[in-house]
């Protein structure tokens, strides 16, 4: 779990309402909402409770906005921190959905000493905000388990740290699955991990002879590898209109474990904790 992956999970939570969209960290690209054959636009706002950074064991309040739709059949991401696209147009109706588009996001990972609580962590100096860019591609079907209107799909992403503290990449793939459970109300669930090459260990979790004389935490230096799983939930009941139009709660929350050389790491099995958790609840409003 990255933080921009958690934050955009949960983000995509205040969008659930006539779709469930990615995440992650890392997270699921853009899923086809509840097709009428229409346009849709959900924007919403909430509160997320998440790490001080990956691995980290104390927590903060964040606010986290979000925005999804479908405009003349093509899907959108903004949730938090990443956005997407997806370039193959939905067809209206239960049906198979091909999924191919572009993916940025700006990673805030340790960019900021006074939101990290462990002092041995802050020793270790701030990271310099990475920006990541790269794509996805996945396939869904609609009309799957319980109506015409559930979901279920599957997709791999890609993206590669272009500048600030990362410049490796992430791979990761999703699967994910949202039912609309009446006219007002929806759940999604999801899975996903992730697989870092050798240079997003060095940037968020090594720690060279500098860092441990003034840290106190021993050398260590990781491999690239598999990083994390992620298992999330998200919800939503329309307080006005119904879940293609008006006010909705939303809220989601994830479980991330940490695995290998990412887990073994000072910062998190001394500083921190491998089981990372968060949650998010907010508002949203869908036109």
Request: hydrophobic share 40%.
């Amino acid at each position: 779990m990255r933080l921009v992956f958690s934050l955009t999970a949960l983000a995509a939570a205040l969008a659930a309402a006539p779709a469930f969209a990615q995440d992650a960290p890392a997270t699921p690209p853009a899923a086809a909402p509840v097709d009428t054959g229409g346009d849709s636009i959900t924007i919403g706002a909430g509160g997320a409770y998440i790490p001080d950074y990956e691995g980290s064991d104390h927590y903060v309040l964040r606010p986290v906005p979000g925005a999804i739709g479908s405009v003349s059949g093509f899907n959108f991401t903004l949730a938090g921190n990443r956005a997407s696209i997806d370039l193959i147009p939905n067809k209206p109706g239960p049906t198979w959905d091909f999924q191919a588009g572009p993916i940025g996001v700006v990673n805030f990972n340790r960019s900021s000493l006074k939101s990290i609580d462990d002092p041995r962590v802050r020793a270790l100096g701030k990271r310099s905000t990475s920006i990541e860019v790269g794509g996805f591609v996945g396939i869904g079907k609609t009309g799957v388990i319980t109506s015409e209107y559930d979901r279920l799909s599957f997709s791999v992403s890609y993206v590669k740290g272009v500048t600030g503290a990362m410049r490796s990449g992430i791979f990761s793939p999703t699967v994910n699955y949202f039912t609309p459970l009446s006219h007002k109300a929806a759940v999604g669930l999801y899975v996903s991990a992730e697989r870092a090459e050798r240079g997003y260990g060095r940037a968020y979790f090594d720690v060279d002879p500098a860092g441990s004389l003034a840290s106190g935490l021993p050398v260590y230096y990781t491999r690239g590898g598999w990083k994390d799983w992620t298992a999330g939930a998200i919800g939503t009941v329309s307080l006005t209109g119904d879940l293609l139009h008006g006010f909705k709660l939303v809220a989601g929350g994830t479980y991330t474990r940490l695995l290998n050389d990412f887990g073994r790491s000072p910062i998190v099995s001394i500083a921190g904790n491998r089981s990372q958790w968060q949650g998010v609840v907010g508002l949203a409003y869908t036109f």
